[in-house]
């Protein structure tokens, strides 16, 4: 048995992880296998905005989500 980080939040330091702004990063599994998905509280479905200043976090959240996925 171990312990798995499956959700990373992306925020400014300055905000609260409920904050508009805040970027989730999860694994999830629907049945089919893993998979990223990335969320946010403001965003409608199927929207993500991302500032440029944000990207770096975001991808770096993505790329370490993406390696711990099981295949």
Not at 11 to 29: G, H, L, R, W, Y
Not at 53 to 63: G, K, P, T
């Amino acid at each position: 048995m171990r312990v798995r980080v499956t959700q990373l939040t992306v925020v400014a330091d300055d905000k609260p992880i409920f904050d508009e702004s805040a970027t989730q990063v999860e694994i999830t599994d629907e049945g089919g296998g893993e998979f990223v998905r990335i969320k946010q509280t403001c965003a409608n479905e199927g929207e993500v905005k991302i500032d440029p200043h944000e990207w770096d976090r975001v991808r770096e959240a993505i790329d370490q989500m993406i390696r711990e996925c099981r295949t």
